[in-house]
């Protein structure tokens, strides 16, 4: 498949099957629409509290809000270039009342009433690096100020000081914190033995060969201009790469690893991983 045929079909697929979120957003990042009309899309998603539930991220139907859905909204907006203050600080606000000692789940029990994916059971209850870095980096990024972001911060840097996250979400979690956070030295500090550290992290998937699940160098360095673009290899990236483009399903999709908890969830959540191969493909120069 040639590449505009790849971009072609991928569009299409993100059109036919996308919820409006991922409509949105690929209108503003390869067809110059205002940045707005994805905070319009989000706000859909907002809870009286401030957080952000409803399926935001589709592997859990709750409508609550839980704070992975509030990563998922920070990653949105940092990914289309725009921000609210309002809403993010309203975000904040909500995770300030979940938190334990800074620290944030990634759910809670309330999911259970709901339909999810497999995977999501009592392991999401617990606060932990996988979400707090991101939520707490993605803040950093945004350029957001709030009192909750300064205890999560204080936390990440306690417990990444203490040891490195060995399960690749968590690591992706940390990276996205030490990429964003002020303190550029002490960041600096932690990062060092990341790349030492790689063959230990479970759930890291560096053979593209390997057709499971699992995170993948280009999760890490979705760009070439990525700071942890270096921890990998050119054969490694490009074998990856060349992966990503021949893994585009004939209905110009990308296909998942998992399964989430319904069609519609399928649906929404094979437009979130096309988009986000579309980006990577195209930041490479594919």
Not at 44 to 66: I, M, Q, T, V
Not at 85 to 104: E, Q
Request: glycine fraction near 8%; hydrophobic fraction near 45%.
């Amino acid at each position: 498949m040639q590449t505009t045929d790849t971009f072609a079909a991928a569009r299409d697929f993100i059109l036919r099957e996308g919820r409006v979120l991922e409509r949105r957003l690929f209108a503003t990042l390869f067809e110059g629409a205002p940045a707005e009309g994805v905070l319009a899309a989000l706000a859909a998603y907002r809870n009286a509290d401030g957080g952000f539930g409803h399926g935001l991220e589709p592997d859990k139907l709750c409508p609550d809000s839980l704070p992975l859905d509030v990563e998922i909204a920070l990653r949105t907006m940092a990914v289309a270039g725009v921000t609210d203050d309002t809403m993010v600080t309203r975000a904040c606000d909500y995770l300030a009342t979940v938190a334990s000692d800074g620290a944030v789940p990634l759910a809670a029990p309330v999911i259970e009433s709901y339909p999810r994916a497999e995977h999501w059971s009592d392991w999401t209850y617990r606060p932990d690096i996988n979400p707090t870095a991101g939520i707490a980096g993605l803040l950093h990024q945004l350029g957001a100020v709030h009192p909750w972001r300064d205890e999560a911060t204080a936390w990440c840097w306690d417990t990444l000081e203490n040891g490195r996250p060995s399960e690749a979400h968590a690591l992706g979690e940390a990276l996205v914190f030490l990429e964003h956070v002020p303190d550029r030295d002490r960041a600096a500090a932690v990062a060092a033995g990341v790349g030492a550290h790689l063959p230990k992290v479970t759930m890291l998937r560096l053979d593209a060969r390997d057709p499971g699940y699992g995170v993948t160098p280009l999760h890490y360095a979705p760009e070439p201009a990525s700071p942890w673009r270096a921890l990998f290899s050119d054969e490694t990236i490009a074998a990856h790469l060349d992966r990503l483009a021949s893994d585009q399903q004939p209905d110009g999709g990308w296909a998942l690893t998992w399964e989430p908890p319904g069609t519609a969830a399928t649906l929404a959540y094979r437009a979130i991983v096309t988009l986000h191969a579309l980006q990577v493909l195209a930041a490479y120069g594919r």
